[in-house]
């Protein structure tokens, strides 16, 4: 009677079990694998359901972790109150006179900068082995990618009113009203969510927090300031001037303009929504097939 001897295990992959096949061969069965297999498939209601109850866990991780919240807090701060004063005499003229324009660039910012934290965050919960215990549990694959997410929606938040109100004590009187600014915030807000499944999915095939961060500073400096979020754009070279008209921060920026300045619904705001649909449709997936292969 022969015995057949399974080779040892390389470090860093899962446990398998010898199973005995049709032809009496033996077979390596990943028992994570087979459990998946075996699993019924999630319906909507509990996937909507598995989703709060993982956001609401990324809550109290922000809770019992406050330091999640100095950039939130304090970039707001800083950045508005730098640019106004460092910029707005040589752009504008004065301070007063730049605020319509720079506030809506500092808030698209913000957001921007903020949708940066949800690819480095989510590499680090994979590193510590946390995803690890999600992929053992009867749970949808989205769920554990779109729960920390809708928790960030506080993170975006707080920025976005954060930056509003700096802007107003410096002296920032938005034409819009109360309904165009309310506008505004919420389009920001969207838009950098639909932004977070970008930098979801480097986190998902990024191979540390760190790579994470340095791949997602590169995406996102040329972007926003190579952009009209700080200054106008018939001040620019005609070979950079085109491209600061087909980079999407630039809708984001107008479109927040035309609503807390003016109170305006324009073509740029459907542009805006548009463009964040198409992210999501395509990010998304493409970060729960990665998320799905990497845990």
């Known amino acids: 009677m022969s015995t057949t001897i399974a080779p040892p295990a390389e470090a860093g992959t899962s446990k398998s079990s010898l199973l005995a096949g049709p032809d009496g061969s ?8 087979a459990v998946a297999r075996a699993r019924p498939r999630t319906t909507l209601r509990e996937t909507a359901v598995q989703t709060l109850a993982l956001s609401w866990r990324a809550l109290l991780k922000m809770r ?4 999640q919240f100095f950039d939130v807090v ?15 005499g040589a752009i504008a003229g004065d301070v007063k006179s730049y605020l319509p324009l720079m506030i809506p660039g500092i808030l698209a910012q913000t957001v921007l900068t903020t949708c940066m934290a949800a690819g480095v965050q989510l590499r680090e919960d994979m590193e510590k082995g946390v995803f690890d215990r999600f992929r053992s549990l009867p749970i949808a694959r989205i769920a554990p990618l779109a729960g920390p997410m809708i928790a960030d929606l506080l993170r975006f938040a707080t920025a976005a009113v954060l930056t509003l109100a ?11 009203g109360v309904l165009g600014v309310s506008g505004a915030l919420l389009l920001a807000i969207v838009t950098g969510w639909a932004l977070s499944w970008i930098f979801t999915w480097i986190g998902t095939i990024a191979r540390s927090a760190q790579s994470v961060q340095g791949i997602s500073m590169m995406i996102l400096f ?47 705001v459907g542009w805006t929504l548009l463009a964040a649909a ?5 990010f998304a997936p493409l970060a729960v097939r990665s998320y799905s292969r990497r845990v």
């Open 26 to 33: 033996r077979l390596a069965v990943d028992p994570t694998e």
């Open 64 to 67: 019992r972790n406050p330091e």
């Open 74 to 88: 304090f970039q707001p701060i800083i950045f508005t109150v730098l640019f106004a004063y460092v910029f707005g």
């Open 166 to 176: 700096m802007g107003l004590l410096i002296g920032y009187r938005p034409g819009g």
């Open 222 to 268: 040329p972007l926003t300031f190579l952009s009209n979020a700080f200054v106008p754009t018939d001040t620019l070279p005609s070979g950079v001037e085109t491209f600061v008209n087909l980079n999407p921060v630039s809708h984001l920026v107008t479109a927040t303009r035309d609503l807390a300045n003016r109170g305006q619904v324009t073509a740029e």
């Open 278 to 282: 198409v992210i999501v449709a395509i």
